[in-house]
């Protein structure tokens, strides 16, 4: 028998990085300052990301292009990689991501790609804890929990 179910998240929108609390407005900022060391010559499609740790750390990460495509590696990952090798134990406590094309910092944010996602669910489940993912645009800001960002998830604790 079919059983409909109505799946929904929540999530906060704002027009500005002002409007964020200060904390916030630090991450964000600091992600699009990574986007200065991406490496995009494919797709002129430079991402930054930021990432807090609880013990105030923060980790920056920018997107990895390689004409072996697809070797390179995305912002988030290069960002949450870097956090686990440098503080293994620390876990995060917030995550922005911003991307640029041609030099201008683009309107709507782009959200993390499935295998970010699946990062992102797998160090919640190391440390215990979610954390707030937030997506800024120009003219867009989105901030979520990151569970919002991949529902029906799998980790490998999960039943088999």
Do not use: W
Request: glycine share 8%; hydrophobic share 40%.
């Amino acid at each position: 028998m079919e059983t409909a179910k109505d799946f929904t998240f929540r999530y906060s929108e704002y027009s500005s990085i002002e409007e964020l609390n200060d904390l916030e407005q630090k991450v964000a900022h600091a992600s699009i300052s990574a986007q200065g060391s991406s490496h995009s010559p494919y797709s002129n499609f430079r991402v930054g990301a930021a990432v807090l740790l609880a013990n105030g750390e923060i980790v920056l990460g920018s997107n990895q292009e390689n004409g072996a495509y697809p070797s390179g590696l995305c912002a988030e990952r290069v960002a949450l990689f870097g956090a686990a090798t440098r503080y293994p134990d620390q876990r995060i406590a917030m995550l922005a991501v911003s991307a640029s094309h041609q030099g201008r910092l683009i309107e709507t944010p782009v959200p993390p790609c499935g295998g970010c996602r699946q990062v992102m669910l797998e160090y919640r489940t190391k440390h215990g804890a979610s954390f707030p993912v937030i997506m800024v645009g120009a003219r867009r800001i989105v901030k979520l929990d990151m569970e919002s960002l991949l529902p029906f998830s799998f980790t490998s604790a999960s039943e088999v």
